[in-house]
């Protein structure tokens, strides 16, 4: 049984992409554990976005897939905030978090509090199969992705 309940877990994360990477040795420029955890949670997004688009702007795709697509960036949201709790300011390995995110603590946790709220919206508007409803969640999130980045995100 317990052999079974871990299989599924890991062939969920596989499915969805995001078997956790190896964890590099510091000092040689490779993410270290917390920045690829935090990575790996935060590709689940590019995913989603990745397989969205061609749906909602493109003709292209299942649209059927919606709702289950929307979840997956969901559940990332769920997990984000918790990735990022961790202050791994000097930290050695590369990352893409700006220190600013734990000067600025208080914003960011609002922002992925935000970000959790409308992911769980868009999987509503989904679930509709409205266009009308589906497309603003959807760019809500893009929204919400696009201003966190360009505050707290090295590119």
Known sequence: MKHRKAL???LSAAVMGGAIAPVAAHGNGERFF????????????NYSMKKLVPILFKGAGHEDHLPAIAKI???AATMSKS???KDTRGMEGHT???DKIWDNWDDFAKRLD?????????????????K??????FKQVGS??????DEYKNK
């Open 83 to 85: 990735a990022f709790e």
């Open 114 to 130: 935000k970000l959790e709220a409308d992911t769980a919206a868009f999987v509503v508007a989904t679930e509709t199969g409205d």
């Open 8 to 10: 599924a877990i890991l």
């Open 144 to 149: 919400n992705c696009k201003s966190c980045h």
């Open 73 to 75: 960036m969901a559940n």
């Open 96 to 98: 893409e978090s700006k």
């Open 132 to 137: 009308a409803a589906i497309v603003p969640a």
């Open 34 to 45: 917390e920045s690829q955890y935090r990575h790996d949670v935060m590709e689940h997004f």
